[in-house]
C-alpha cells in the first residue's frame, strides 16, 4: 500500500482521533497505518487517498496531464491538459499504477487535509480535552489549522519515496547527467516545473559549451 502524508498528533485524546478519522473518511483519505511514538504521547497517521477522492482533487486543482493518443492540430503526442474526472479515460495511463506521480499524490492529500471542515463549538466541547478552544481556533476554517491552534498537530508532511529517490539521484550524479539527464524520475519526484527547470538548464549549459571552448582557446592564444 502507497503511503503519501503523514500527520503526528499528540496523543490522550480518544474522542478527538475518533472525530479526526471521521472527518479523513469522509474527504476519501485513507489511514494506511497509525503508530504509537514516544511511548503513545504521540499518535502518526500514515494516509493517502482513494482512487475518486485523487481524480476529484485532480480536477479540482486542475492538474495537467498528458492525454493519449496523438493531437489532431499539434500531431504530436502526449499533449498535456487539464485532468477532469468525466474526461479521465482520456488520459494517457489513467487507471495505471504511477498515473499519479508522488509529487501530485501528496500536493493532492495536503489539498484533501487543508480542506477538513472544523468541528462545531458544541462538537469541539465533547472531543477536546478540558473541554475547551484555545484562543484564536474559533477562526480557523480548516481542520489541520485548527488542530495546530489546539496544540494536537505536532507535524504535518509528505513521505518520500526512498528508491525513487535513489534513482533521482544517481540520474543527476551520474556522469552521463554532463550531456543529458532523463527528466522522467525528477518530474515524478519534484514536479514539472522543476523538471522543466533542469532541462532548461541542460539546455542552456550544453549550447554554452561551443562559446566556452571558442573563449578559452581565445584567452590561451592571447597569453601565449
Not at 494506511?32 to 503513545?40: F, M, R, W
Amino acid at each position: 500500500m502507497v503511503v503519501d502524508y503523514c500527520i503526528v498528533l499528540a496523543g490522550g485524546a480518544d474522542k478527538l482521533l475518533a472525530y479526526i478519522r471521521g472527518a479523513l473518511t469522509s474527504a476519501g483519505i485513507r489511514v494506511v497505518q497509525e503508530s504509537n511514538l514516544d511511548g503513545g504521547s504521540k499518535i502518526a497517521l500514515s494516509l493517502t487517498a482513494t482512487a475518486r477522492a485523487f481524480e476529484v482533487e485532480a480536477d479540482h486543482l486542475e492538474l495537467l496531464k498528458p492525454r493519449s493518443g496523438v493531437d489532431e492540430i499539434s500531431g504530436t503526442r502526449g499533449r498535456e491538459e487539464v485532468f477532469t474526472v468525466d474526461t479521465g479515460s482520456d488520459f494517457d495511463g489513467y487507471g495505471k499504477e504511477g498515473f499519479w506521480h508522488l509529487c501530485e499524490r501528496s500536493q493532492m492529500v495536503r489539498s484533501l487535509l487543508d480542506h477538513l471542515p472544523v468541528p462545531s463549538d458544541a462538537e469541539a466541547k465533547a472531543i477536546l480535552p478540558g473541554g475547551g478552544t484555545k484562543a484564536g481556533a474559533g477562526t480557523e476554517t480548516s481542520l489541520l489549522r485548527w488542530l495546530e491552534r489546539q496544540g494536537i498537530l505536532q507535524a504535518a508532511l509528505p513521505l518520500h519515496d526512498a528508491d525513487l529517490a535513489k534513482k533521482v539521484f544517481w540520474t543527476v550524479a551520474s556522469p552521463k547527467s554532463l550531456l543529458s539527464i532523463d527528466m522522467s524520475p525528477l518530474q515524478e519526484y519534484y514536479g514539472s516545473e522543476v523538471a522543466f527547470y533542469f532541462a532548461w538548464m541542460m539546455h542552456f549549459t550544453n549550447w554554452l559549451l561551443v562559446p566556452g571552448v571558442v573563449g578559452l582557446t581565445l584567452c590561451t592564444l592571447l597569453k601565449m
